[in-house]
């Protein structure tokens, strides 16, 4: 029958729209050699991010790059870190701290980046210079 089908379409498509609405998505950022990829990752308000394969790497909020009031991290050495849920808006810089010479860094961008004018303004050197070029690269 025609009119059931679409029914049952119908149902299936708005539990989609729910589930993806409400449920919290997590973003998984791999470790590879003495890069991050992706480098820069996007994500809605509430999600988390999660790093594998981090033998030998850590993953660490960088000083003065996080939004106002947004939680600092440092994760153990090796440990497949997953943040707690980002619920404050903006850029996020992370590093690997023992590898932050060689450029070992990524990008969160959590909804609206209200922070990065900021970053942008404070003339970032080195690492954080190239992963705010990779910023504005992924904001365009
Ligand atoms: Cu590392």
Redesign the pocket.
């Known amino acids: 029958m025609k009119l059931g089908k679409s029914l049952i379409g119908a149902i299936l498509a708005a539990s989609a729209f729910f589930t993806t609405a409400v449920m919290a998505a997590d973003h998984v950022v791999s470790?590879q050699v003495?890069a991050f990829k992706p480098i820069v990752v996007k994500v809605a308000v509430g999600d988390t991010v999660s790093w594998e394969r981090m033998n030998?790497?850590?993953t660490e909020s960088v000083e003065g790059m996080i939004p106002e009031g947004a939680e600092k991290w440092m994760s153990k050495m090796g440990e497949n870190f997953t943040t707690p849920p980002l619920t404050v808006e903006g850029v996020y810089f992370y590093k690997?701290t023992?590898?932050w010479g060689a450029g070992?860094g990524g990008v969160i961008i959590v909804g609206e980046p209200t922070n990065f004018e900021a970053i942008v303004a404070s003339k970032p050197k080195g690492a954080a210079k190239r992963l705010m070029k990779k910023a504005k690269k992924a904001l365009k």
């Open positions: 470790a003495t030998g790497h850590i690997c023992p590898h070992m």
